[in-house]
């Protein structure tokens, strides 16, 4: 067996007069310089696209890509110091994304929001006559995070915001007792080829009466390991993430909103208690509501910004809303964040009914969402 392919081409080369050599030699420098034109084509398609674009390609309804995703990176750094390769979704140079959840009809309860319906995300739609670049998906720690909703979001162009519940105590986790679910989530997840938001266990500070029912779940999952167990939990799961090829992941840490505010770390209950470390979240959040006082959302916003205003993180406020009463006001005061804080790069709003308010669009609400869909900074 030859096993040098060098010895073989100057036999054959050989065997050829000195003209039919010559003309072999420019073939193969034809061919040579065909693939480097391919190879430079290839490097510059991959520098000048949006991570986002691939969106627009992706497979058949509910059907997952074969492929694996590019990897960003596999290493299983638990430092908090590697700076793990880039954001698989990149904020906005200018402006914002506008995303939603929509389940105003509670499908399926409303005690958590319900879990919404693809059909009544495509009717908000249709109402505002635009498509929002964010939909926010609820998950049970146990259900397939790519599902088929998250797949018609791909389709579509739009980027999933999978909220990805706690489902086991954080000692737990980190003891490695639910590897294998995570893996095969991370597995499933990388199939998908295109860039998902997945913020797990959000809220995680309001272990008690505050939360409601995730209060209630997070009081389980936190256990005795506290802030420190938090974070060895989420560190471990993005590192199986990124060691079974889910790098398409870009991982959103959100708290509340009141875990921003001046009494924050004296309550036990600060955003900076449970912060993972900038190696392991690409983007940073909160979820901020306006119910019994009626609130702007740049007044919601201030504290998360006194905080990582500066991060270098891309902000989002993963879930937002306002009760009937003074929504449409709440609404359009949306307008004023690129200009206030234009650092925040992404807003979600909630229209559904939820633990503790209604915030499903009234007429008047819809209107505002629909004027502010139309708003050049939120169309980047």
Not at 16 to 31: D, G, H, L, M, P
Not at 112 to 128: A, F, H, V
Not at 262 to 278: E, H, Q
Request: hydrophobic share 40%.
């Amino acid at each position: 067996m030859i096993q040098d392919g060098s010895v073989l081409e100057v036999a054959v080369i050989s065997a050829f007069s000195k003209r039919e050599r010559v003309k072999i030699n420019q073939a193969k420098t034809a061919i040579c310089l065909f693939v480097m034109v391919l190879t430079m084509g290839a490097v510059v398609t991959a520098c000048t696209s949006n991570p986002l674009s691939k969106a627009r390609s992706t497979p058949p309804h509910g059907q997952r890509s074969n492929d694996a995703p590019t990897a960003l990176s596999s290493s299983g750094d638990l430092s908090g110091s590697s700076g793990m390769s880039g954001n698989p979704v990149l904020p906005p140079v200018n402006g914002l994304y506008l995303g939603a959840f929509d389940n105003a009809a509670g499908q399926n309860g409303t005690a958590n929001g319900g879990m919404g319906t693809y059909t009544q995300l495509l009717n908000l739609e249709s109402q505002i006559d635009r498509k929002v670049a964010i939909d926010l998906h609820y998950s049970t720690w146990t259900t397939d995070l790519a599902s088929a909703s998250v797949v018609d979001d791909l389709q579509a162009g739009r980027i999933p915001l999978i909220s990805w519940q706690c489902g086991a105590p954080d000692s737990s986790v980190v003891a490695g007792q639910y590897d294998s679910l995570i893996v095969a989530q991370a597995k499933a997840i990388a199939s998908l080829h295109h860039p998902v938001m997945i913020r797990w266990f959000w809220e995680m500070e309001y272990t008690g009466s505050n939360g409601g029912k995730q209060g209630a779940n997070a009081a389980k999952c936190i256990g005795s390991a506290g802030p420190q167990g938090y974070i060895s939990a989420w560190r471990h799961i993005v590192t199986i993430f990124r060691n079974n090829g889910a790098t398409n992941v870009a991982w959103v840490f959100c708290p509340g909103d009141s875990s921003y505010g001046p009494n924050a770390l004296t309550d036990g209950v600060s955003a900076r208690l449970y912060y993972p470390g900038n190696s392991y979240v690409d983007w940073i959040g909160e979820d901020a509501y306006s119910r019994a006082v009626p609130k702007t959302l740049p007044n919601l916003v201030t504290g998360l910004y006194q905080v990582y205003g500066n991060s270098g993180k891309p902000l989002i406020i993963c879930e937002t809303g306002a009760e009937g009463t003074f929504q449409s006001a709440f609404i359009a005061s949306a307008a004023q964040l690129p200009s206030q804080y234009p650092n925040v790069k992404a807003i979600v709003y909630f229209d559904s009914h939820g633990p503790l308010g209604s915030y499903v669009l009234t007429p008047q609400g819809l209107e505002a969402f629909k004027a502010l869909g139309e708003n050049a900074n939120f169309n980047p």
